[in-house]
């Protein structure tokens, strides 16, 4: 009966020191935990440093029990994240959506205002450079070929600037997340006074090994954070995998539905460039530059 009553007010405490709080809320809950340790029997014990002076085995199940414990709201808030990331990342496709519209209108005008007037100039004078004599058949292929391959170099461009801000939120968010979510772990009340223990501990000199019962806990310790951080890198790989790194399932549609896109107002473009003589803007504008005093 007494086991059974320490580990209800144990248990109390794991769950009062979930996160990390402000000084002036750790001054009410200490507040709170001393009227209550008013009212107990003055054998139950209610720090968990003075719980360890019992039985090794009794104290660790205490403790799994709160990392259990703690892995399993861990997985609740991780689906509230997730929710919370999805709607995100829908505000960020419907901007990317008007910002497609802004490039497209971009890719018209580059092409069409009088061509050269917003040409790059990697692109207009090995044009003008080489080009003076071409013919309307030589001028057909070098826009459907290199040409195109420019049209497209623009695109990808731009899809990668957009995969970058899009990678940027979502790895900004989750190690913001993920930190925070351990660290309400290891500085919980208990957890913290824990590990500071330990570590002075092993900084005491050697004769602290002739201390069977202190040896017995930190063996425990050391194998039970052993476990706690493996089993917490084996979750964040999880997430990671399968929901942080793989490739968005609608932004990779879009992409698709956008190249389709454009590659169609491509082709479009090229037959309309080469029925009207686009080329010829060029070199007029080119004419008259040179013509001018």
Do not use: C
Not at 31 to 60: H, Q
């Amino acid at each position: 009966m007494e086991l059974r009553k320490s580990v209800k007010n144990i248990l109390s405490l794991f769950s009062s020191s979930s996160s990390v709080t402000t000084k002036k809320r750790n001054n009410t809950r200490i507040n709170s935990i001393n009227e209550e340790t008013n009212k107990r029997d003055d054998s139950v014990p209610y720090n968990l440093m003075e719980f360890w002076k019992g039985a090794v085995e009794e104290t660790e199940v205490l403790k799994n029990f709160a990392w259990n414990n703690w892995l399993m709201r861990l997985e609740a808030d991780w689906e509230k994240y997730n929710n919370s990331m999805k709607e995100k990342k829908k505000v960020w496709l419907n901007e990317a959506e008007n910002e497609w519209t802004q490039f497209m209108k971009s890719m018209e005008n580059k092409w069409t205002i009088n061509f050269n007037e917003n040409m790059d100039e990697e692109l207009k004078s090995p044009v003008t450079s080489k080009s003076s004599t071409w013919n309307e058949n030589e001028w057909k292929e070098w826009i459907q070929t290199k040409g195109k391959k420019i049209m497209d170099a623009d695109l990808q461009k731009w899809i990668k600037e957009k995969e970058t801000s899009l990678d940027l939120i979502i790895i900004t968010e989750w190690v913001h997340w993920k930190n925070n979510k351990i660290m309400t772990w290891l500085l919980s009340d208990w957890k913290n006074e824990e590990d500071n223990y330990w570590a002075q501990w092993e900084n005491f000199k050697w004769s602290k090994w002739f201390n069977v019962e202190d040896r017995k806990h930190w063996l425990k310790w050391k194998e039970r954070i052993t476990k706690e951080g493996e089993q917490w890198t084996n979750w964040l790989h999880l997430k990671e995998n399968v929901y942080i790194f793989s490739e968005w399932n609608r932004w990779s549609e879009w992409k698709n539905e956008k190249t389709n896109m454009f590659n169609k107002w491509a082709d479009s473009f090229i037959n309309k460039w080469i029925n009207e003589k686009k080329w010829k803007t060029l070199f007029n504008k080119e004419n008259d530059s040179i013509s001018q005093p």
